[in-house]
């Protein structure tokens, strides 16, 4: 039987028109943010036993999780992007075999558009364009990063809570607000943990309303190992951007104000929430972690560029705050153009991405204009660490690596989905001088793949940088994903183990490993007297606000099972 479209080409199936979904039909936009690898999986379910090419270290035990954010619905707009879906993978590595898991976040968001069947929430951060159906309804999609928590797996993302997951069978629990203990509209994916104190240091920006007023109300906690908030400070940054990543040191917290600025005006008009700003500069705001008012923030300001995701952070001899992280020298997120002008697609080619130090005096007067002491041509982004040398002085970091210099297939892959991170970095910073770059130790993916943010997986007992690191491989010409592992100072001698998936996962953002004695001890723990993680049992303030002010109204929503209601 000849296709329907061959019989009626007049009849459009396609279902947008002037960039909005018509009708039911279940097609996902024909667009580059939904093709190639980042073509919508829609997929949960395990794979037991991995086919593996080399040896998996024996001595590997633990999970690999990441967040790989899969589009559930056909969106709402035509010209969506990556950011807006969920999802959460979990690679269980044990006796030299490996297991694969992957399942969506349940969040309010989600649970909605089940119900639905269909996508309710509209632009990137924008509930102005959402339907009118979810006023009221939590909308982020905990996509951002996951890490380990006192016996749970916190999915979050910087426009919303957090979300707690069980780290065995990754069952969502519910949205998580630290027992009643922080209640903001949103909170950060880059939460940083103090590996001496056992502290959670974290923060959130845009806290003053609903997470969507566009304000520069920034608050940074501290956790303690016991669950116990034991630190909050509030205040105002210089002006209303992103602030995605966070350093801290043994007395500071360094928060990077990236120049992409919010605008309600623009959200109202049905616009993206975010501007670039070029001719505005990048900020560093230092933060006391301890003790702290508004007015001990200190400011300190550079010439434009784009903040990429942070190494480490310490305080040197001077008592001088050693900040590296990578800084783009224009705009990443070229999908969110300077105010009134189009999206350069091809402006990420362009950029060039170094490694910068810089170093923050406490001393120093907010308003005070600096310039790197350091720049490593590293051209990457995706920084990691030895995570046990937080808060210290670090010789080893991690990083994807873009070298333009490498072949690559273009005929068999296309674009390269996320960007030509074609290779895997690791350097050393010289011992002796923090003035000085070190060494480099590259390996090339190849001519038709790409890699995914890293993460580190210590020796039991080895000193910093010993042990293995792990990253997802993009496999753009099968479209198909593996995971790597190589020794974490040899990765230049190729990878250990090759961990074979046979199906694709869309581009994910970041991730962590998690030692398997740590997820057996928070287990028996919870098991006893600590007992089971405890989901948020109130709706956020601002929803409560919405309910008081359309009284006798039903709002159609759920905040962790329940719905909100007057």
């Given at each position: 039987m000849a296709h329907l479209e061959a019989l009626a080409p007049e009849i459009s199936l396609y279902p947008y028109s002037n960039g909005k979904r018509v009708g039911d039909?279940?097609?996902?936009?024909?667009?580059?943010?939904?093709?190639?690898?980042?073509?919508?999986?829609?997929?949960?379910?395990?794979?037991?036993?991995?086919?593996?090419?080399?040896?998996?270290?024996?001595?590997?035990?633990?999970?690999?999780?990441?967040?790989?954010p899969d589009h559930r619905f056909p969106p709402i707009f035509e010209d969506d992007i990556h950011f807006v879906s969920e999802g959460v993978t979990a690679i269980r590595i044990a006796d030299g075999h490996a297991d694969f898991k992957q399942r969506y976040v349940r969040t309010d968001k989600f649970l909605a558009e089940e119900k639905a069947r269909k996508a309710l929430f509209g632009r990137y951060r924008n509930p102005y364009t959402d339907n009118e159906s979810v006023k009221g309804v939590i909308r982020t999609v905990s996509n951002t990063n996951v890490t380990f928590w006192r016996g749970?797996?916190?999915?979050?993302?910087?426009?919303?809570?957090?979300?707690?997951?069980?780290?065995?069978?990754?069952?969502?629990?519910?949205?998580?607000?630290?027992?009643?203990?922080?209640?903001?509209?949103?909170?950060?994916?880059?939460?940083?943990?103090?590996?001496?104190?056992?502290?959670?240091?974290?923060?959130?920006?845009?806290?003053?309303?609903?997470?969507?007023?566009?304000?520069?109300?920034?608050?940074?906690?501290?956790?303690?190992?016991?669950?116990?908030?034991?630190?909050?400070?509030?205040?105002?940054?210089?002006?209303?951007?992103?602030?995605?990543?966070?350093?801290?040191?043994?007395?500071?917290?360094?928060?990077?104000?990236?120049?992409?600025?919010?605008?309600?005006?623009?959200?109202?008009?049905?616009?993206n929430k975010f501007a670039w700003d070029p001719k505005e500069d990048q900020v560093y705001g230092l933060v006391p972690r301890r003790g702290?008012?508004?007015?001990?923030?200190?400011?300190?300001?550079?010439?434009?560029?784009?903040?990429?995701?942070?190494?480490?952070?310490?305080?040197?001899?001077e008592g001088n705050v050693i900040f590296d992280l990578t800084v783009a020298d224009g705009n990443v997120f070229f999908w969110f153009p300077p105010e009134g002008e189009p999206p350069d697609f091809n402006q990420r080619t362009r950029l060039s991405s170094p490694t910068c130090r810089w170093i923050l005096d406490p001393k120093a007067k907010s308003g005070t204009r600096i310039k790197p002491s350091l720049q490593w041509t590293t051209n990457g982004e995706f920084?990691?660490?030895?995570?046990?040398?937080?808060?210290?002085?670090?010789?080893?970091?991690?990083?994807?690596?873009?070298?333009?210099?490498?072949?690559?297939?273009?005929?068999?892959?296309?674009?390269?989905?996320?960007?030509?991170?074609?290779?895997?970095?690791?350097?050393?910073?010289?011992?002796?001088?923090?003035?000085?770059?070190?060494?480099?130790?590259?390996?090339?993916?190849?001519?038709?793949?790409?890699?995914?943010?890293?993460?580190?997986?210590?020796?039991?007992?080895?000193?910093?940088?010993?042990?293995?690191?792990?990253?997802?491989?993009?496999?753009?010409?099968?479209?198909?994903?593996?995971?790597?592992?190589?020794?974490?100072?040899?990765?230049?001698?190729?990878?250990?183990?090759?961990l074979h998936l046979p199906l694709r996962l869309r581009l994910g953002f970041h991730g962590n490993f998690v030692d398997q004695r740590d997820i057996e001890e928070w287990q028996q723990r919870r098991a006893g007297d600590l007992g089971p993680v405890k989901p948020a049992n109130e709706p956020l303030p601002w929803q409560t606000e919405i309910v008081s002010n359309n009284a006798g109204n039903k709002t159609n929503g759920d905040s962790n099972g329940h719905d909100v209601k007057s």
């Amino acid at each position: 039987m000849a296709h329907l479209e061959a019989l009626a080409p007049e009849i459009s199936l396609y279902p947008y028109s002037n960039g909005k979904r018509v009708g039911d039909r279940v097609k996902f936009p024909d667009t580059a943010a939904f093709s190639s690898m980042n073509k919508a999986a829609r997929f949960e379910g395990d794979i037991f036993n991995l086919e593996v090419t080399g040896e998996i270290p024996r001595d590997i035990n633990g999970t690999f999780y990441r967040v790989q954010p899969d589009h559930r619905f056909p969106p709402i707009f035509e010209d969506d992007i990556h950011f807006v879906s969920e999802g959460v993978t979990a690679i269980r590595i044990a006796d030299g075999h490996a297991d694969f898991k992957q399942r969506y976040v349940r969040t309010d968001k989600f649970l909605a558009e089940e119900k639905a069947r269909k996508a309710l929430f509209g632009r990137y951060r924008n509930p102005y364009t959402d339907n009118e159906s979810v006023k009221g309804v939590i909308r982020t999609v905990s996509n951002t990063n996951v890490t380990f928590w006192r016996g749970m797996l916190l999915a979050s993302k910087e426009d919303g809570p957090p979300f707690a997951m069980d780290p065995v069978t990754l069952e969502t629990i519910g949205r998580y607000d630290f027992e009643g203990q922080i209640k903001t509209p949103t909170f950060t994916a880059h939460p940083k943990f103090d590996p001496d104190t056992g502290e959670m240091l974290c923060f959130a920006y845009e806290t003053g309303s609903n997470g969507s007023d566009c304000g520069a109300d920034v608050v940074t906690w501290t956790i303690n190992a016991d669950g116990i908030k034991t630190e909050e400070l509030c205040f105002t940054a210089p002006f209303a951007g992103m602030i995605h990543d966070c350093g801290v040191s043994k007395n500071y917290m360094v928060l990077p104000l990236t120049p992409i600025k919010m605008s309600l005006d623009r959200l109202k008009k049905g616009g993206n929430k975010f501007a670039w700003d070029p001719k505005e500069d990048q900020v560093y705001g230092l933060v006391p972690r301890r003790g702290g008012k508004p007015e001990d923030v200190i400011w300190f300001r550079a010439d434009n560029g784009f903040h990429g995701h942070v190494a480490g952070c310490y305080e040197n001899e001077e008592g001088n705050v050693i900040f590296d992280l990578t800084v783009a020298d224009g705009n990443v997120f070229f999908w969110f153009p300077p105010e009134g002008e189009p999206p350069d697609f091809n402006q990420r080619t362009r950029l060039s991405s170094p490694t910068c130090r810089w170093i923050l005096d406490p001393k120093a007067k907010s308003g005070t204009r600096i310039k790197p002491s350091l720049q490593w041509t590293t051209n990457g982004e995706f920084s990691r660490i030895d995570d046990r040398v937080v808060t210290k002085k670090y010789k080893h970091f991690w990083q994807l690596r873009v070298d333009p210099t490498q072949p690559y297939d273009f005929a068999k892959c296309g674009p390269p989905a996320g960007g030509l991170f074609n290779c895997m970095a690791h350097y050393t910073w010289d011992p002796e001088d923090e003035s000085k770059t070190g060494e480099e130790d590259v390996w090339f993916a190849g001519p038709t793949a790409t890699y995914q943010e890293p993460v580190f997986i210590p020796k039991n007992g080895g000193a910093e940088g010993e042990g293995y690191l792990a990253a997802l491989k993009n496999n753009l010409d099968e479209l198909r994903n593996d995971v790597v592992i190589w020794d974490a100072q040899k990765l230049a001698a190729g990878p250990l183990a090759t961990l074979h998936l046979p199906l694709r996962l869309r581009l994910g953002f970041h991730g962590n490993f998690v030692d398997q004695r740590d997820i057996e001890e928070w287990q028996q723990r919870r098991a006893g007297d600590l007992g089971p993680v405890k989901p948020a049992n109130e709706p956020l303030p601002w929803q409560t606000e919405i309910v008081s002010n359309n009284a006798g109204n039903k709002t159609n929503g759920d905040s962790n099972g329940h719905d909100v209601k007057s």
